[in-house]
């Protein structure tokens, strides 16, 4: 079948398309995943059905096995893939931890490219001004020395030994602390961030956003927090994390050009930006031109 | 003490913090989770509000909903300088009902826009980024004509009124649903001003006045 993405490396990926969490059962959503029109369903045992929209089909029973798109649930969501998509979806292992809170914190359409909203969650030096009161401020502004590397075997870029001073790291907190940061970015769409718990100094709260291209210069923007805390409501918990990406999102809105350029010249960056200049030779190599402006060969 | 019903992205919301905060009020906050969890339609809280819809203040018994209305409350009742809702002026509380009538226009244009865009709600885009175009160029000719006179505010008045803090939230975040303030230079002064009050407050997606400039 024609795909209007025709980038195979984007195509062949599992992208994340609602919250299971949110599905009634049974009820027929419809989305957008790379410029094509899906709809998707949740049974009651959770087994997801996706499927190209098509007006004669309106439950996931009457869709022929064949017509289907692959589908799986993983963290709290629906994937699906409009091409071939590796067997597993990376792994989160914490995910499986029974004390932890599992919650989509939200679903929000965002006008920007799923590359440029990953260099945006991996970036550091912007909390002191753009979170400021929660997860910066000023004068503690300076993003110290941190690790980066690509690892080939596990096909990801780790950003390790990041530090920065939080004056409200997440609901548990009571107060100002320095925060460890460990980034992830197992997919081109998607990234997975661990930082100290306020409630046990020997783990970290998860927090991750899988982005799901709508087109190359839109996302639905999925946040799912997997973090311990014992005390909060789930909305308390929840509202933070939407407080934070309600920060982010006119930011992320008036990136120009709206499509991340891949060519080490295009944009200059600082030594706090280590691990954006990781991502972008990374989408490089793997030939990622979706959401990108590639590198001229 | 005021109790808030609140949801953070909410600009209907803001209003309310914003005025509380001009006028120094203390209050408490209920979260709602309107979104995803849409707990503006769940029993408990119709009860409080049948319409299901944010804001509802409760103070001292009393339960109010209606952004507008609430700002009208709350100016009465906790502003001893008399400005933001001056009673005693029944011209300039007529323009200010005006203004208040055009802020809900601004919510079913701009707002909506917004819902759209960024909570994927059902609406006809187009109209509602053209409806709020409508009422950005009155306004805009409106504060301009304003500013010839000398006059900072949307009300013929001195001090900002309810009419600005009703107006504020949703001009301020129409570019989050694809309205861009661009071609409305007064509006963009206006905003500018408002956020130079002593006082103001900022939500997700607003961002304080830029340094270095001196209020007007």
Sequence with gaps: MMTKCADPVILNLWHPVGAIAEAAPGAVQETVLLEERLSFAVDADGEPVVWRSRPDVQRADHIPPADRLPAISAYGYVWTSLGSPPAELFPIPEYQEPDRRKLNAATFGVNVSAPRAIENFLDMGHFPYVHTDILGVEPHTEVKEYDVEISVDRDEILATRCRFFQPMASTASDGGADVDYVYRVPHPYCSVLYKSSPVDETRRDVIAVFLQPVDQEHVRAHMLLCVLDEDNEDKVIKRFQQTIFGQDKPILENQVPKRLPLDPRAETPIRADKSAIAYRRWLSQKGVTYGVIPAAA | ?216
Aim: aromatic letters at 12%; glycine letters at 8%.
């Design chain 2, 1 to 216: 003490m005021i109790t808030l019903y609140d949801y953070e992205l909410s600009g209907n919301c803001y209003k309310l913090r914003l005025q509380m905060s001009f006028l120094g009020i203390d209050y408490k906050t209920v979260p709602v989770d309107f979104y995803p969890g849409r707990e503006h339609k769940s029993e408990w809280f119709l009860k409080l509000n049948p319409l299901g819809q944010l804001p509802v203040i409760e103070d001292e018994g009393l339960i109010l909903r209606d952004a507008q209305a609430i700002l009208v409350y709350l100016a009465s009742k906790y502003d001893p300088s008399g400005t933001w809702y001056p009673r005693d002026n029944p011209a300039l509380l007529g323009e200010i009902s005006q203004w208040l009538a055009f802020a809900d226009g601004i919510t079913s244009t701009a707002s909506a826009a917004r819902l759209h865009d960024a909570l994927f709600y059902d609406f006809d885009i187009d109209a509602a980024r053209a409806g709020a175009h409508r009422l950005f160029r009155i306004l805009d000719e409106h504060l301009w004509f304003g500013e010839q006179q000398g006059r900072n505010w949307i009300c013929s008045a001195s001090h900002p009124t309810i009419a600005d803090i009703a107006c504020f939230p949703y001009i301020i975040l129409s570019e989050e649903g694809g309205v861009p303030r661009q071609d409305y230079p007064a509006i963009r002064r206006w905003c500018d001003r408002v956020k130079r009050i002593k006082g103001f407050t900022v939500m997700s997606g607003v961002f304080p006045a830029g340094p270095g400039k001196i209020a007007a």
